[in-house]
């Protein structure tokens, strides 16, 4: 709303003195991606600004949806007896999603790089990574769909506010703690996400209709490690995070300030 006051001048006097904190334990990205991303960083030149970075990737993952959502309009397009989205379709979705999360993965690097690190362009940074937790979702759904072999609209609903949940209870557990502990589910979903774009251009969308496990389909796995990973993983290490600072933050909304 135009003239309302959203950060207040307390606020904004605060950034001169915040300072970016992070932790990642993730064994995929300690050992793979970070090594991968400090080679790709490199190939960037010094003038390229961190945030156009940031907004390249999020246009990728823009793209992907666009995409799938002219091949899939109505998400029927996996299942049994319709027409199915073409094999390039998938080849390229998978190349731009492992791209778009090259990118999200350097941009921060390439700031500290060229000692241009702000709080306002970690905020435009999570700003579309919020944004992107929709798109990524809506077009992974288009691998399974509707119909019998398919997830339900609902169920898809679902797994939106489960992702949604992890963004948002990350953020909060920064808020905090003042430290960002980076979800090991993001690194892992990407990675997976990509491959299982590229395989499903190599066996088609009907291998997914096969059960992974007797009666139990690879939609459903696809949902359980979704809401699993978020309920398992992500809450338990985000509140273990929370009361494990030293003093306990559970008080800070109940401190005097003098």
Known sequence: MAGYEYVSPEQLAGFDKYKYSAVDTNPLSLYVMHPFWNTVVKVFPTWLAPNLITFSGFLLVVFNF???????????????????????????????????????????????????????????????????????????????????SGVTVFVLYLLLWVVLFSFILSHWEKYNTG????????????????????????????????????????????TAMIIGCALCVTLPMSLLNFFSMDPPVTFRYFRVTS
């Open 179 to 222: 430290i960002l502990f980076l979800p090991w589910g993001y690194d892992v979903s990407q990675v997976t996400i990509s491959f299982v774009y590229i395989v499903t251009a190599i066996v088609g969308v009907e291998a997914w209709y096969e059960p992974f496990l007797f009666n139990f389909l690879y939609r459903d796995l696809f």
């Open 66 to 148: 666009l995409l799938m959502a002219y091949f899939d309009p109505d998400f029927y397009a996996s299942a049994p007896g319709h027409k199915h989205v073409p094999d390039w379709v998938w080849i390229v979705v998978g190349i731009l999603n492992f791209v778009a999360y090259t990118l999200d993965g350097v941009d921060g690097k390439q700031a500290r790089r060229t000692n241009s690190s702000t709080p306002l362009g970690e905020l435009f940074d999570h700003g579309l990574d919020s944004w992107s937790c929709v798109y990524f979702v809506v077009t992974v759904y288009s691998i399974f769909g509707r119909g019998s």
